[in-house]
């Protein structure tokens, strides 16, 4: 079937402007994740949704970082007022409730760069 | 000290070698073990997990578990060219809101060369 997918693959912008990054998870996943990941720094959490709520928002960055869940499926990543740090790759997941070991999908992520 | 040790490398090997890739951990409740591979501009992917102390073989590929020590292993035999990836360790753990998360390795960067 079909797996994580995120648009766009690839993001330039200016500094200042406000980017929105997309993920559509596997279906029937009600988990789905965000990270960050930056050459050197590893995987760098920022999100977790169950369903539509968010339980974990601890990674988030800033105040000017925000997500929201639709409909238990689509998944938006708001960044605004981008600085040139957020330059990195955003990788979306998502898992299975019965999923004891959290094996978690991975999207191909958006690659943001900030000019 | 981060819950997850791992070296980033870069680890370089010929074709044919063993690869070993390691991970240390500090926070005993860690109950499930997983390695992630990653290739060049695509998102990790499930490798192998494990639950218990102990080996686990698929193919060229063993995963070890020590809780003992807080040690986890990769092995891979008979390395090749396509192996070359990067090699995330992950495992379960809880946050202060007590939610179940992975918590990550930096990752460890392989290169076999033909």
């Known amino acids: 079937g079909a797996g994580v997918s995120q648009s766009p693959s690839n993001k330039v912008t200016e500094k200042g402007k406000d980017v929105e990054l997309r993920c559509d998870p596997i279906?029937?996943?009600?988990?789905l994740y965000w990270y960050r990941q930056s050459l050197g720094q590893g995987l760098e959490f920022l999100i977790y949704f169950q369903g539509n709520s968010a339980p974990d928002k601890s990674g988030l960055p800033s105040d000017r970082f925000s997500a929201e869940r639709t409909g238990g499926s689509v998944s938006t990543l708001t960044i605004q007022r981008t600085q040139q740090e957020d330059s990195a790759v955003y990788l979306c997941a998502s898992s299975s409730p019965t999923s004891w070991q959290e094996t978690q999908y991975f999207g191909p992520g958006t690659r943001l760069l900030v000019l | 000290q981060k819950e997850v040790e791992q070296d980033p490398g870069p680890l370089s090997v010929p074709e044919g070698a063993i690869v070993s890739l390691n991970c240390t951990y500090s926070n005993s409740a860690f109950q499930y073990f997983m390695w992630y591979r990653q290739y060049s501009r695509k998102g990790p992917e499930l490798l192998m997990y494990t639950y218990s102390s102990g080996n686990k073989e698929d193919g060229r590929f063993t995963a070890q578990v020590d809780k003992s020590s807080k040690y986890i292993s990769l092995f891979i035999r008979d390395s090749q060219p396509s192996d070359s990836a990067t090699y995330l360790c992950a495992m379960t753990g809880f946050n202060a809101g007590n939610n179940r998360k992975l918590i990550w390795g930096l990752g460890t960067s392989l290169a076999v060369n033909p």
């Open positions: 279906s029937g996943h009600t988990a």
